[in-house]
């Protein structure tokens, strides 16, 4: 749902909802009053007035949420005005669009744009340790038959058979490749197996973090997904309704608090923080840029896999070319770590904690929701 | 869900005369107090069966709200508020305990999906990694000097594949777990706490010194007959939106093929696997045996290895994240009603449970 049908729908069916809600709310608790009052109860009076200053609070919050919604569009058009690159594709945030398909030209809604580009940055990326996944290991993809081997793949097969191959002649040992791991050219051998071990055991390691990374990838695209879609069309109505009586106080404050800062805090935060980000210019004097591809001309970190793999390989060469370069790959490795784990839970974090706070302001108990969250991320 | 049906009746004949029953016996306790009291004059016995008095009337009332909560929930359409906030046109009546239970097992169903999805591909790659092969030292002239030669593990590569696959398959198989567990505590809370619970809370309640833990068990009672549902209700609302199969991925049934159908294609693959492992060209088997296993289990579904990750993944979120969410909001909720009655009641250790 785009956001401008969006806000329609408040006007059209949010509205008469809480409306209703409130005038429910407003009969239980004035019903309370005059009890209260005709039995002389003091602390259900004081209740049914709170309660009743609450119902007020809610249309109140309503009306707010609906200037809200609008003024945060123009914050984050501010904000995150600005083009990113994904995928060969451009992503503009702000300003105009021109639509061919309805010959209009309609104002960028920032925020549909960065839930396009974080989808496109996760999607990207699990394709990228897909493809490393395959690239480490080539049997997966080889159908070539077995006499054809070449490459390292012959000297493999070359360096096991040296390896494992005995010869004796009248029950006399003359030869055993496990014999000269100290030294000689049956020891080359064998010192060559304990490095096809070493870089067996290293795949295994990046085979692993491959795989947890894929799971946080795939866990932050169905939760980016699951906020553009809901967020806003569901949880922000239903929080305010749930707000209005005294039960379901907590859980509305939840829901209200969750929708603000994942849908409108979260999405800006990622942007800000991606180091691909290039902030449009807002001087007159300074020309335009003379074609797409330049716009594209900005730092970006390096693909997972490409670091991955020069991770690998200049491990292999540590020993002999020494630990320079080694440390160089062990800086890319902390860069592309940033990317794709610590940048998205930075910005999930401090939308939580807006959410933490902005729940606490709402009349919500946040401590059990902030413990979930903790646990879970 | 049959509970609608069942609660008016259970209101009529079990609920209400218990109410009764034990109002009456605290009405009796409290006139036998303060015909006490006025009698020794103690002033505080008086107070005490005013209190009491005041207390019993509340009790009451809240025993009047649980009916009209319970028949809210039952009477609600959650659809409506589909159609609203989704803009759909849907005339179908979902109650609130309905949608409940809908969302949860659409849950179980989509974790069992995805578990079957993974569990296809991670036996495709077991047969694979496991598959081996002699080649005989004098190939040309087979194994007529000794069964001498090299062993060989072809496809041991997909060892890896299967290996990042058995973490998914894990979460999966937890997936579908946690998501028959809430089941279960949908069908255990809405029926054992509406029938059990919640009388014995509003008898306990009654009882002068029985009070606090009269609250507690109340509180428990409302939290998860009421708030827990409410909450997976709002979920089910929006589960187009989370219930989603990865495009890459194939009809979920085919996946899980007829026992007789399997007997036969296996006959199939191992005899074509025979004959190209048979075959006169040096190492051509290897090529033709890989084929073989891979067209006996893709021909009609589509190896897509990242697809049943990302499925996988997505189910853990439908079925262990989101209800999770809705019990441990549940739990919240219990202390926040117990506060109404003026009980603190500390869930930190069940929280931490969940």
């Known amino acids: ?377 | 869900m049959m509970l609608c049906e069942q609660f008016n009746d259970f209101l009529l004949t079990s609920l209400l005369p218990l109410i009764a029953t034990a109002s009456m016996a605290t009405g009796i306790i409290i006139a036998l107090v303060l015909l006490l009291g006025r009698a020794i004059g103690n002033s505080r016995l008086s107070v005490w069966a005013k209190d009491e008095v005041v207390q019993l009337f509340f009790s009451l009332a809240f025993i009047s709200f649980v009916p009209l909560l319970v028949n809210l929930s039952c009477t609600l359409n959650a659809n409506d508020f589909r159609n609203i906030l989704l803009e759909e046109t849907s005339s179908e009546v979902v109650n609130l305990y309905d949608a409940a239970e809908l969302y949860v097992l659409s849950a179980a169903r989509y974790s069992h999906e995805a578990l079957a999805a993974v569990r296809y591909h991670l036996e495709v790659y077991a047969v694979l990694s496991a598959s081996s092969g002699f080649e005989c030292a004098f190939s040309f002239l087979g194994c007529l000097f000794g069964y001498t030669g090299d062993s060989f593990s072809l496809f041991g590569g997909y060892g890896a594949l299967q290996s990042a696959l058995s973490l998914f398959f894990n979460l999966t198989v937890i997936s579908l777990m946690t998501a028959l567990l809430h089941y279960f505590i949908l069908s255990l809370t809405s029926k054992a706490f509406l029938f059990f619970l919640l009388p014995l809370g509003l008898f306990f309640r009654s009882l002068p010194y029985m009070r606090i833990l009269g609250s507690v068990l109340f509180a428990l009672a409302l939290s998860f007959i009421f708030i827990y549902p409410l909450l997976l209700s709002i979920f089910w609302i929006g589960s187009d939106f989370v219930l989603l199969v990865p495009s890459e991925i194939g009809e979920g049934d085919a996946y899980l093929r007829a026992e007789e159908d399997m007997v036969g294609r296996a006959g199939a693959a191992a005899a074509s696997s025979v004959a190209a492992l048979a075959s006169l060209v040096p190492g051509a088997g290897t090529e033709l045996a890989q084929a073989a296993i891979k067209a006996f289990y893709f021909d009609d579904v589509d190896e897509r290895p990242y697809a049943v990750m990302d499925f996988a993944v997505r189910a853990l979120f439908a079925a262990v994240i989101l209800p999770t969410l809705a019990l441990i909001g549940a739990l919240a909720s219990t202390v926040y009603i117990a506060k109404f009655f003026g009980q603190q009641v500390d869930l930190s250790r069940l929280m931490q449970l969940m």
């Open chain 1, 1 to 377: 749902m785009a956001l401008p049908d969006m806000l329609a729908s408040w006007e059209v069916g949010y509205v008469p909802i809480i409306a209703v809600v409130s005038l429910t709310a407003t009969a239980i608790y004035a019903t309370l009053l005059g009890f209260a009052k005709a039995f002389n109860m003091p602390n259900l009076e004081r209740f049914a007035k709170s309660e009743l200053a609450q119902v007020i609070a809610t249309v109140l919050m309503t009306a707010f949420l609906l200037f809200f919604v609008g003024s945060a569009l123009e914050v984050a058009s501010s904000l995150i005005g600005g083009n990113i690159y994904c995928a060969g594709e451009l992503y503009t945030f702000g300003g105009y669009e021109f639509d061919p398909s309805e010959g209009i030209v309609y104002e960028n809604q920032p925020l549909n744009k960065a839930f396009e580009l974080i989808k496109c940055k996760l999607r990207t990326r699990g394709k990228e340790v897909g493809e490393f996944i395959d690239s480490m290991f080539p049997q997966l993809t080889q159908t070539s038959p077995l006499p054809s081997l070449s490459g390292r793949a012959a000297e493999l097969y070359m360096i096991y058979f040296l390896y494992y191959f005995s010869a004796s002649v009248l029950g006399i040992p003359i030869y055993n490749g496990q014999f000269g791991l100290g030294g000689g050219w049956a020891g080359a051998a064998g010192g060559e197996l304990l490095s096809v071990y070493g870089l067996v055991e290293q795949s295994r390691l990046l085979l692993m973090f491959a795989v947890n990374v894929l799971v946080a990838i795939n866990s932050q695209y169905a939760l980016v997904l699951y906020i553009q879609k809901t967020f806003l069309a569901i949880f922000l109505p239903l929080g305010i309704l749930l707000r209005s009586f005294y039960f379901t106080r907590s859980i509305g404050a939840l829901f209200i608090s969750l929708a603000l800062s994942l849908y409108f805090v979260y999405p800006v935060v990622y942007i800000l923080l991606d180091p691909g980000f290039a902030p449009s210019s807002t001087s007159e004097e300074e020309p335009a840029p003379s074609s797409v591809s330049s716009l594209g001309c900005v730092n970006t970190m390096n693909s997972f896999a490409t670091v991955m793999s020069s991770f690998a390989s200049v491990q292999q060469q540590t020993a002999a070319v020494g630990e320079s370069e080694g440390q160089a790959s062990i800086s890319d490795y902390s860069r592309f770590y940033l990317e794709l784990l610590i940048h998205p839970l930075v910005s999930l974090s401090i939308s939580l904690l807006v959410a933490r706070y902005v729940m606490h302001l709402l009349g919500g108990d946040p401590y059990a929701f902030a413990r979930f969250a903790a646990k879970v991320i």
